[in-house]
């Protein structure tokens, strides 16, 4: 892109002097032509490039002939308007590095541009552990704001210059009020081991700042598990690739005895997908959980595999908003086969596929390439799962009424099943 935005400013007469000082990037597999006249200078022409040892990504063409000149020319401008009038020093690299990731996320909502140290936690993805980046916060009402009451030594808050005291303005898309509680503060901030989020702050009184921050700090995410009534209360944070065997450990010894099961999916943010679809097989044999859906159609179906240990107990999902991912996958398939009725609220609504892919330079971009889809060919990004039955939203204090009511619900269906 540098080398593209380089060559345009040639060609149309900027001013080589804007980019002085630009870096321009290595760029082993993009071969550009020496000469203005050769016919190769139509295209940048990439090879393609090895995922995980496997050629799997076809060789792209990027015409310059459509991206307007004048387009160019203004992003040249921008980026030089920038390093001269802006009230502070900026770093060049800096600056290429949020444009990209304004690209990006413009676009998509769960894309990132994943710097050398971003992307070395790569394998984190697949172990589905949560993490947060590093900070508490509380909301003090004299001040009306969010006001950071923690922040860990050698965290990425600290890193990036958040300390105790500053406001918090904004997690991710979403602008923090009072109207939020302790436990959203905390959810908008966790989430998978080696992804990242948006955090926007100030220093009181002065102007706001914002700040990618990854998330490196892991949480607490062993599941938890007790049978109470002959009902099996299983919570599970975040779906692991031993979940399954997790739970069946949790549940040993008590097969007989258990009546139904309460699948608290609180906060879940997601995971391994295919761990949900070992928990899902739990319950139900030989059906679909979802369909991956990629730009050329349906990719792949999930099916459950295997015996289902609980196959004959009733049982009950409960969710709120950030349910999300592997958890939401989780419980619209138990609801759209009828094998469970979701309580709670409505799911977040992030039911998209994330890849993440080498660019070189130790570097990646995390981009959506498919969408999971209920059994029924429904969607899920950006409308969640509707709970069968809705329960008011919780505050700090009242997490456990849920659960009770949620227990209730359970013994009222035990109660209709053994008559």
Same mark, same amino acid.
């Given at each position: ?11 149309? #007469? ?41 050629? #799997? ?16 020319? /203004? ?35 769960? &894309? ?47 890193? &990036? ?13 979403? @602008?923090?009020?009072?109207?939020? =509680?302790? !436990? ?9 081991? #080696?992804?990242?989020?948006? *955090? ?28 109470? !009534? ?25 097969? !007989?005895?258990?009546?139904? *099961? ?8 997601? #995971?391994? $997908? ?37 196959? =004959? ?26 094998? &469970? $009725? ?9 039911? =998209? ?8 330079? !130790? ?12 059994? @029924?060919?429904?969607?899920?990004? @950006?409308?969640? *799962?509707?709970?069968? *039955? ?9 997490? &456990? ?15 209709? /099943?053994?008559?």
């Amino acid at each position: 892109m540098i080398k593209l935005i380089l060559i345009a400013s040639i060609v149309m #007469g900027v001013s080589s002097s804007a980019l002085a000082n630009t870096p321009v990037l290595p760029a082993q597999d993009t071969q550009i032509a020496e000469s203005h006249d050769s016919p190769a200078l139509e295209a940048l022409e990439v090879q393609p490039n090895p995922l995980y040892g496997i050629d #799997g990504l076809h060789s792209g063409r990027v015409p310059l002939n459509t991206i307007s000149p004048t387009t160019l020319k /203004t992003f040249v401008q921008a980026v030089d308007l920038m390093r001269r009038e802006y009230i502070e020093p900026v770093d060049d690299e800096m600056l290429f590095f949020h444009a990209i990731n304004g690209m990006l996320s413009r676009i998509d909502r769960n &894309a990132e541009f994943l710097d050398a140290e971003a992307f070395a936690n790569l394998s984190s993805f697949t172990t589905g552990t949560v993490a947060g980046v590093g900070l508490k916060a509380s909301f003090e009402t004299k001040d009306a704001h969010w006001v950071v009451t923690e922040v860990q030594s050698d965290s990425p808050a600290k890193t &990036a210059g958040i300390a105790v005291g500053d406001y918090l303005h904004q997690i991710g898309e979403i @602008k923090v009020t009072q109207a939020q =509680s302790a !436990n959203d503060i905390s959810q908008l901030l966790n989430g998978i081991l #080696g992804s990242s989020v948006d *955090v926007t702050f100030s220093k009181a009184g002065r102007s706001k700042q914002t700040v990618n921050l990854l998330r490196n700090q892991p949480q607490k995410s062993n599941i938890e598990a007790y049978v109470q !009534n002959g009902i099996a209360v299983i919570k599970l944070p975040v779906f692991q690739n031993n979940t399954r065997q997790d739970i069946i450990n949790h549940l040993s010894g008590f097969e !007989n005895q258990i009546q139904g *099961v309460v699948l608290d999916l609180r906060n879940n943010p997601g #995971g391994v $997908l295919d761990a949900a679809v070992e928990v899902a097989s739990l319950f139900m044999r030989k059906q679909v959980i979802t369909q991956v859906k990629n730009r050329n159609g349906i990719e792949r179906v999930l099916e459950t595999q295997g015996s289902p240990l609980l196959e =004959s107990v009733p049982v009950i999902v409960l969710q709120n908003r950030y349910s999300a991912s592997a958890a939401e996958v989780l419980a619209s398939a138990l609801q759209a086969h009828e094998r &469970a $009725l979701i309580v709670g609220e409505t799911s977040y609504g992030k039911g =998209s596929v994330q890849s993440v892919i080498p660019i070189g330079n !130790n570097q990646g971009i995390k981009l959506t390439t498919a969408y999971y889809l209920t059994p @029924k060919g429904e969607m899920i990004d @950006k409308i969640g *799962v509707e709970p069968d *039955v809705k329960l008011d939203s919780e505050d700090d204090k009242g997490t &456990a009424n849920w659960l009770q009511m949620s227990l209730n619900l359970m013994e009222q269906t035990k109660s209709s /099943t053994d008559r």
